[in-house]
């Protein structure tokens, strides 16, 4: 079988090397010419474990190319994966231009059949925008060639998108007939080998899955963000309540931790876009709006405490940030409470020293020279007023915290993920706040 992946970002890339790797013939698509270039040497231009030496393995091969001409790159394919972005609109809709220019795009140079697959995340319907707009470039050609639409919505998780991707927890697929229905089942015979469901369904309801997904995955957060401001109110733990509800097979122990907000290219467009919907048809999600609104005020949780303890006029102070990157595992900055916290805190008049372990380079793009880029995480924290931890990389767990006594200013730590544990800092003498626990003062 031959496959067309247009897009190589963190999906399109994981999704053409790993269907490479069971032996598919995949050609990806890009037009950033840069990272096409990139990629045909070997270079993944984004981090993301693992996804290098798939790569490698499969380019020596030559089961997988990299071009930025469609019309070449959907040559002789089954199968055209759409995977490009669908940034948020100003209204907070999915912004389709992207999704829809390829689909016309298809339909210009497209000469035999192919199921036309719909990977992106996007509002129920569109796959049936996108089957319009290809229909309309082959009306205009004065051709007749068949082709199918098909959704098929992504769930991979930045950090650990190769394993998501091969061991997949379910695969959806939305179809309108048998022909892509059989596509579909071949291409993804090779990932159901250890009893994964494929689940066909009709494309509507494929679509909504993926926002239903997001949406209740950011419920469990801010969910979980209210309950630990209150904590903090009434005295209780939140690592304990955590454990105490999250033992109870119905609520489950994941996504129940407290923190600084969710972020990343992902959550707060698909809660925004899914509200967007709703709104169109005249139902108001009341429970996602209000994810949304304690999601953008637990973005300045920390900054808050902040202000509680040196009060709002920064000038002449300086913080040392550990983590830019909206989670561990991955260098995608989109939406980072980092850069909420960054701007709020430049905004007082403080300096401000970070370190990330990836994802630096990225952040330069939003930070630009407003901060010092430390070498690691003891350099950010050089004559720092207080330490924040944002993003809770594995080495950030255990650090040095004598090295870090002699090198701050003062020992004043902001735990944005309840890394460290209270008592630990009681003895160590830090003054410690983190979130939804004891403050430490
Ligand atoms: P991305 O921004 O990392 O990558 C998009 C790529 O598409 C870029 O390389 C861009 O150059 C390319 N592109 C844009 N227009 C093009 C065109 N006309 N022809 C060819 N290439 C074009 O995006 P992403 O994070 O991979 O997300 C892609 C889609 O998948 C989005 O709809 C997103 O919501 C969804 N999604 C993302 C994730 C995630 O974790 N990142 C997970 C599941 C679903």
Redesign the pocket.
Known sequence: MKITV???????LVTGTCFAETGIDVTC????KK?VQMLLNGEVP?YEPGLDNLLARNLEKGRITFTTS?AKGIQGSDAVFI????PPDEDGSADLK?VL??AR?IGQHMDDYKVIIT????PVGTSFKVKKAVQEELDKRKVDIPFDVASN??????GS?VDDFLKPDRIVVGIENDRAQKTMKRLYKPFLMNGHPLLFMDIFSSEMT?YAANSMLATKISFMNDIANLCELVGANVDLVRKGIGSDARIGNKFIYPGTGYG???FP??VQALIRTADEHGHSLEVLKAVENVNYRQKSKLVEKIKGHLGTNLNGKQFGIWGLSFKPKTD?MREAPSLVIIEQLKAMGAQVRVYDPVAMEEAKHSLGETVVYAKDEYDACIEVDALILVTEWSEFRMPNFRILEKIMNQKLIFDGRNVYDPEEMRELGFQYYSIGRETIN
Request: proline fraction near 2%; glycine fraction near 16%; aromatic fraction near 8%.
């Open positions: 247009v897009g190589t970002g963190y999906v399109g698509v890009d037009i950033d990272k984004i469609l995977a490009v972005g669908t992207y220019g390829v795009e990977k992106s995340t996007v919505p992504e769930f991979l998780k930045e998108a993926k990343g290219s992902c467009k698909d995608d």
